[in-house]
């Protein structure tokens, strides 16, 4: 049942979604002074590129053909991110909220505002009436500081970061099925691979460099199933393509492994040597036939069928997901179904057997293990645990009952402002105005505080609401490392100053903490300095760093954690001989039951609105919709639909349609595609204000991890 691949009639850009060669040289504007070897600083996939940099300005870049990855590959954004050093809309001084617009402070003015207005609110109000948010374009480094700045100097437990929207979803899944949350194979366990299921994610356009990976293992005869409400570019030439309804997953995935049991297509003997709670997962599934699992995902029963004939008996194959699985009110139980899928088949932990979230953000990976989560310390460590918290309190130098309990998640502190509960926010590395769930509601948030810092090298649409405004630092202005979707740990360089007064992130940070008095628990110098306190805080834990240095991480052009000691090589490949990083070192399986998104289509919103991406926009657009090259390839956000859809509502592609949710609506240009479910429409969502998707979006939340649900709610569209 091999499917041809379809026409291309959604928009494809002029550089197409696929990953390209970039020309030998590189495309520079004039002669650079020298190179500077680091990595892009947009998604997880974490590119190798040379920045050319003349003058202390980027000027250009060039392929890194020596770094394994993506071996001088880049996608668009990878090809334009240099042209953000320069930007006319970079933020070079200290900004001050005034009643008629923002005005240019000195550094020493802005953090007496910030150092008074924490001090009142936490005086007044408690220490947890001040909150922080953060991000995981920030560097392994500073993504450390900040979960020691918000528990030692701000002495606040509610601190959560924007992976919050993205991640979590797959790390809580990931430490309840193996105890550690890591991709666990390197990306070239997928050449290896007979099979390549995908399921929620658009690689092609999301993990562009992943495409060739998939390509190469297609080239040796493996098989690819793509499962996604849209036929997405790398869906169009897949040999299987399962258009799930959104929120179907669970669903859909007991019931491929419904045909495997029954077919024998399990590994009994992986399964009693390395696993438990597989008999509970039987029996839950069993009721999963095809015809029951396909109402219920919305697919035919023939799909599921062919899926598992081609999933079940191969001797190697690789389960990749992202966010169109995570991002759902049951995202954790999503990825559990996904896991004990692959747990079934009993391959992973060997060469071309693995599984993997694709993991979203620049660093991702490395920023949700260092600390910067609301339930977390450093080393992926918990911070309700005792020892853990004696721990990190010994490394810090401060007593255990010092150390702040867990807070609130990302979006419950947006609430929590709203009620009035939190008082005051700082801000970095984070735009919730645009990527929170229902935008009326975040904004209205915003304007509740009694006071708002944020530290960003751009105005962000939320930074429009802060008081004050502090000019960080962009990736190439500073030193330290990341840890990509494959869990390599590896270096970014600086390659700039910072413009104007800008500063580097981690300073500012250094200078906030002198302010409040903390100042001897940050003797910091450099973002080695911190990373080798981060090694020793995640010395022990499940992500362990200890034995990875600069100079290692140099020499070897990136080290996979874990890695516990100096000698080690550090870990491409987890799982190997059936250890796994839970207590009783077995694999876990999951028992999950389909359960539908909280908002389900009805008579007055009768249509399923997913939101997601497109390939040259990035995340909440605040660096991508500067960058002209860029705009210019999806210039605005589409409303993609079917063609019997648009029929019904008497739309064609280029009309203007409302789209209206219980929340909010947003009239945009329609786009009528028949690579698209005729009850589903989608809009990417990296814009703001009247475009922003988040408009629409319903604030529920996966009851284990958070994450709102943005892949599924319910909405009605009119011609505008
Ligand atoms: N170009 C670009 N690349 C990026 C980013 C970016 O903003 N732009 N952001 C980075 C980040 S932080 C992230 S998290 C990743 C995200 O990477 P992806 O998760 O691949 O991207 P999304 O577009 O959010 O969603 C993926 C797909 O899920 C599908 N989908 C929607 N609902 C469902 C469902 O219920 N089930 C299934 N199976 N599929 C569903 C959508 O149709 C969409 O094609 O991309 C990273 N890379
Ligand atoms: N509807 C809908 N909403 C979504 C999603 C979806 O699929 N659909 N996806 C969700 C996902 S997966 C994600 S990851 C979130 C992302 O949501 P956000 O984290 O809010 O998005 P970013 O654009 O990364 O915002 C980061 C801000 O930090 C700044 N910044 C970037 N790097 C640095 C740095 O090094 N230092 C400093 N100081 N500032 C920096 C940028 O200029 C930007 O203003 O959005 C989520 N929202
Ligand atoms: S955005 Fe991602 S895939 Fe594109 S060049 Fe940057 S790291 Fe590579
Ligand atoms: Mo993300």
Known sequence: MSKPPLPIDVLINEYGPHPQHVP?????????????????CFCGQQCGINLKVKDNKVIGFGPREDFPFNRGKLCPKGVKRYMQNEHPDRLLHPLRRTD???QTISWDEAYDVLVREIRRIQEAHGKDAFAML????LTNEKSYLVGKFARVALQTANLDYNGRLCMVSAGAGNKKAFGIDRAANSWDDILLADVVMVTGANVAECAPITTDYIWRARDRGAKLIMIDPRVTPLARTADLHIPVRPGGDTALMNGILHVMIERGWIDEDFIARYSTGFDAVREVVKKYTPDHAGDLSGVHPALIVRAAEMWGPEKTSFLLHARGIEHHSKGVENVLSCINLVLASGRIGRPGCGYATITGQGNGQGGREQGHKCDQLPGNRDIENPEHRKYIADVWGISEAELPRKGASAQELMEMAHEGRIKGLLSICFNPLVSLPDANFTREALSRLEHYTAIDFFMSETARHADVILPGSLHEEDEGTATSAEGRVIRIRKAVDPPGEAREDWKILLDVAERLGRGQYFKFNCAEDMFNEMRVASRGGTADYYGITYDKVERNNGVFWPCPEPDHPGTPRLFENGVFYTADKKAHFNAVEHRPPVEVPDETYPVVLTTGRVVSQYLSGTQTRRIGGLVDQYPEPLVEMHPELAARHGLKSGDLVTVESRRGRVTLTASVVNTIRNDTVFIPYHWAEEKSANLLTIRALDP????????????????A
């Open 704 to 719: 284990v991890s958070k994450i709102p649900e943005f892949k599924a709610c319910a909405v009605r569209l009119r011609k």
């Open 134 to 137: 953060s991000g995981v374009s």
């Open 100 to 102: 008629s617009g923002f």
């Open 24 to 40: 030998a040289g590189g495309w520079t504007v004039g002669e650079p002074d020298r190179l500077v070897a680091t990595h892009c």
